[in-house]
């Protein structure tokens, strides 16, 4: 990381990688963790001592008493889901006060958003695109349109109480005509988020002007990414996508950070690949196969409790993933949960129309002609669960992850043997730049 002193952390995948884990892992080298993009439809698990935490909105790094949490400008913030998981974390003995940070510019998600989200999903002759009806998307959507609500001003009684009554008024005759929702009342809305924005002040601050304050005194900044990079509204498998900015990119606009300000960025691939909800999959297994790493890898939505869509390993999409957030360092997860497959194919390049390539195509009618071509590599039909060393991996595990980093053009800085804090193997040349 050179004199830049600071990391970006991100799904190379559709999310799901195991992120929160890992953020978990290295934020004992960091001073600060800071999430920039998404909001609480991102669950990142962290099992530490047998003990599960499931954090959707706050960043892993307040798992480790010396470090710093900060939810960034490019975050929707839920005030309510927000306070829940506070209460959480107190609950669970974590010392959260003064310790976790919320900037002043990110925006708010209200009920109305939910009611909106809820009722366009469910429309008929609409295409479902699998969100979690969150009210991520219309908040965005408000964001975008400039009449969104950010958090310095739910802090202001007045302006939240014109604010809610406006937006109400606007939503509710929308959803009344378009999907004959029924409408929210804005009088509770208010009273209750008033309430809300008491509890959450005590954590807001400028976040960028914190942030900068740290990189420029020497600290160690990690920038949490949530969801995947393919589930970018830019560069992600469109419309299929999230509604933020997912990639590195995001995490300069999200936090107020300068691009020079970032040192390195790292990529969390899974062994295999999986998706939650609707949208292309070129390397899908519908066989066997898929129920064998569904059930060994629990698969199933960390928010939603969705199983997910599982494939073989894309080496074009990782490519593709590394070259737009240029990813230094891999870090693959759930290598364990291929322990029991006999074959291995690995996707190296796609067919379309006949013809051979390896770039991803940017429409979708593109992905529906996809047919991978595969590289089958052998199984190594041994346990990795918990090896902490490389050599002590099976020889075709060992051949697997070499030929992995060989093919995707980005270094493996990390491997993940099971679930667990502990369960994780950093590879010298990593750890000696992590330590630097």
Known sequence: MSQRKSAVILGAQWGDEGKGKIVDVLSEKFSVVARYAGGHNAGHTVIIGGKKFVLQLIPCGVLRPEC?????????????????????????????????????????????????????ENAPGRTKIGTTSRGIGPAYEDKMHRSGLRVVDLLNSALLRTHIENACHEKNTIAAALFGTAPLDPKAMYEEYARAAEQVAPFVTDTAVMLNEALRSGEKVMFEGAQGALLDIDHGTYPFVTSSSSTAGGAVTGTGVGPTSIGTVI???????????????????HDDSATLLRARGQEYGAVTGRPRRCGWLDLPLLRYSNMINGTEWLVVTKMDVMDECVEIPVCTGYRINGKLTDTIPADMRGYESIQPV?????????????????????????EYLQFLERESGAKIGMVSTGPDRSQTMTLPEFDAELKA
């Open 68 to 120: 710093k949490g900060v939810i960034g400008n490019g975050v929707v913030l839920d005030p309510m889901a927000f306070l829940s998981e506070v209460k959480k974390l107190r609950d669970a003995g974590l010392p959260i006060d003064g310790q976790l940070f919320v900037s002043n510019r990110a925006q708010v998600i209200l009920p109305y958003h939910r009611m909106i989200e809820l009722a366009a």
């Open 267 to 285: 990529g969390v691939t899974k062994a295999y690949v999986t998706r939650v909800g609707e949208g292309p999959f070129p390397t899908e297994i």
């Open 374 to 398: 595969y590289t089958k590599l052998p199984g190594w039909n041994a346990t990795t669960e918990g090896i902490t060393e490389f050599d002590k991996l099976p020889k075709r595990a060992q």
